[in-house]
């Protein structure tokens, strides 16, 4: 039980800046997940806090205590690895029980703590097996109950369902939310999958280029965003981003031009821009509606349509040819070459400046 | 499917095949053939000349018995192993623990070390005859086991290190990882995790190192002229006779010889079991 403080913690391999100075604070007992692009930092962050790469330089905390040069091993930190990691020539039993007989502790202490794991995680039946007559859900388990039986301050999880299929995915996801529940261990998990992120984090950070761009719990970062790296990279399907140039502004309204000459008035909440600055409006697919009437609707070309049966997935072009993405209803229509007459709800409606910041956040939950 | 079976190939293909093969093995195998049918030559054949035709009688027992009774190849043998295991053991557990070092941990003369180790099998050994000879003797070691033990092991740990860091460098690391973070000190990791894994590479290095130097004559020649030290390869030639060469005898000694690294071979064949890593990772 602990909480994690990174301060100003820096990464160099040479002359390449992987972590360019994070600061971050993850309470006691709070499921926290790194996500973001690939390349952008996230595992090696991870593999700092577990002593497995130095930092250049900054200060990590553990339960309060300094840990920038503590031994891996004496940070009181589990890690499940992306590949599983188990040992191919133990047993399931000798896997869990390594760590602790290699640490001097007695028999009857061991066989006592692997048994609470196994049951916890329903490994019984297979604790004499090697991990080669394992399927992959199994090994998965068994790579947790490693780091379980360490009765560890912290958890880390290093991308450890991207070998998974689908379902079991699914499954595991749900198992791991379950164990952090009764636990109640401070758990940190890393993966590039937003849908992990969404449904398991109590607070997602999202990294991108080694800082970080946003903390915030799920809805905060979708209904929320800071900037359009994180509009863009939190829910699926992807923001849909429209230039627009801003037309006219009437007290705490903006109205703003769409290609085609299409306007839509965006009320404020903040700041209001300059009359003729250029914007871009994000608008979520799952918000942008059909049936517009008239004049007043965003006309798109359909390009693809995927009939998912519960929803429709539409990708369409607008009248300068930017992309734009709709979800619709499962009974929709239109097919590819026709026309979708758009709403774009203005509630629903973010902008962001020519930086990528956010002037005015959507926010569909006010 | 790459190669295409045979069986599916055209007819010609087949007879071509079926007639090649046979010619290439009995090809490939002939001077082995010609030492085992030597073997078992009278004498009286090799001194009128018949060399390669059938032989004229069958003296299996006669000539096998008189290679033990002729020569001390019992000591010989014995001398062979005295330098081959400990050699073999020597090499390979020195090569494991520097080829863990040099593939696990990241040091600035790491490459440099392993280019050392690699550049080392590089060197013809030949030339270096002279001076291994005079430090030998220098060094109170010519004509013993020691030295040639001592000299082989340097000789051999180049090209072990080579395959064993190759071998680890091929390991999951995560495995080494995931241990240290459990808190388990790095001799624990090498003993515990990174040995037994290796096992495969240790069978088949032992295989070959034992080949080698069994069938080492240079250094057994180089450093050595006593009977009390010589090796089986060398002291085979305490057989050549006095006034004629006995090719049947020398013949069936080389079999003789030959025989431990063959049997080597297969008692350690059950551990040449690829893919013992499946299983550590997705598979």
Known sequence: ??????????????????????????????????????????????????????????????????????????????????????????????????????????KADIAARTKTAADMLQLGPMMDRKPSQLSGGQRQRVAIGRSIVRNPKVFLFDEPLSNL??????????????????????MIYVTHDQVEAMTMADKIVVLHGGIIEQVGSPLELYHRPNNLFVAGFIGSPKMNFIPVTVSSVKGKAATVTLPGDHKVTVPLAGDVPAVGSKLTLGVRPEHVELGGKGAGAVKATVRAAEYLGSETMFYGTLADGSDISVKAGGLAKEKSGDTLNLVLPPAACHLFNADGKTIHNGDLTR | MFPTPIA???PWVQTLYKWLLPVALVLWLLPLIGIAVTSIRPSSDLAAGNYFGMPSGFDFVKNYSAVFENSNIGWYIL??????????????????????????????SNLLVFFMFVAGNFVPFQILAIPVRDLTQGMGLYNTTTGLVLFH??????????????FIKGLPFALIESARVEGVNEWKIFWYIVVPLMRPAIAALSVLIFTFIWNDYFWATVMANSADVRPVTAGMSELKGQWKVAWELISAASIIAALPPVAMFFLMQKHFIAGLTLGATKG
Do not use: W
Request: charged share 20%; net charge positive; glycine share 10%.
């Open chain 2, 153 to 166: 092991v340097a000789f051999q740990t180049g090209f072990c290190t080579l395959f064993m860091r190759n």
């Open chain 2, 8 to 10: 599916r190939t055209k």
């Open chain 1, 165 to 186: 299929d689908a379902a079991l995915r699914v499954q595991m996801r749900i198992e791991i939310g379950k164990l952090h529940s009764d636990l109640k261990t401070t």
């Open chain 2, 79 to 108: 001398n062979s192993f005295k330098v081959t295991i400990p050699t073999v053991i020597g090499a390979v557990a020195l090569s494991c623990l520097t080829g863990f070092a040099l593939a696990v941990y990241k040091f600035k």
């Open chain 1, 1 to 106: 039980m602990a909480a994690v403080t990174l301060k100003n913690a820096r990464k160099s391999f040479g002359d390449v800046h992987i972590i360019k100075g994070i600061d971050l604070e993850i309470k006691d007992g709070e499921f926290t997940v790194f996500v973001g692009p690939s390349g952008c930092g996230k595992s090696t962050l991870l593999r700092m806090i577990a002593g497995l790469e130095e930092f250049t330089s900054g200060s990590l905390q553990i339960g309060g205590k300094e840990m920038v040069d503590v031994e891996s091993a004496d940070r009181g930190v589990a890690m499940v690895f992306q590949s599983y990691a188990l040992y191919p020539h133990m047993t399931v039993r000798d896997n869990i029980g390594f760590g602790l007989k290699m640490t001097g502790h007695d």
